[in-house]
């Protein structure tokens, strides 16, 4: 399908890695890397997303596993997460127990930035 995509033109692909599932703070799963074929197949930019941390992002991108990376529960709970990751930032841990729940706010828009926590 990748391959298939060129012929549009289309400027970038997103794509999640199927390893997202494994929550890294509560377990160790399957590290493979499944979107290293679709990536090269596809001529324009490539966006992976899918269980990265700051430190393994970097390497996707040092070892050209995908031109940009996308954070997901990270960026949820930490909304200055650029400025974290510049700065070797602790980060919020992001909570499960407020995924897919109705309420607007706890769990979306809640969590501290940095001088919150000064
Ligand atoms: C609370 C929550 C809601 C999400 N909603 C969507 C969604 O509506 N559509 C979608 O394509 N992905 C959705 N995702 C998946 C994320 O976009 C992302 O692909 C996934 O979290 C993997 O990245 P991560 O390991 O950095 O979190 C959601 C993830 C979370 C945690």
């Given at each position: 399908m990748a391959t298939a995509l060129n012929k549009y033109g289309i400027l970038y692909l997103h794509m999640v890695e199927p390893?997202?599932?494994?929550d890294k703070e509560k377990a160790e799963g399957p590290d493979i890397d499944s979107l290293v074929p679709i990536r090269k197949a596809f001529n324009g930019t490539f966006i992976t997303a899918g269980g990265y941390n700051h430190e393994d992002g970097n390497k996707a991108i040092s070892e050209n596993k995908a031109d940009l990376v996308a954070y997901g529960r990270w960026f949820l709970s930490n909304p200055d997460l650029p400025k974290r990751f510049e700065i070797d930032a602790p980060l919020n841990k992001y909570h499960i127990e407020t995924y897919y729940t109705p309420d607007p706010v706890i769990g979306y828009i809640d969590y501290p930035f940095l001088e919150d926590n000064s």
């Open positions: 390893k997202w599932k494994n």
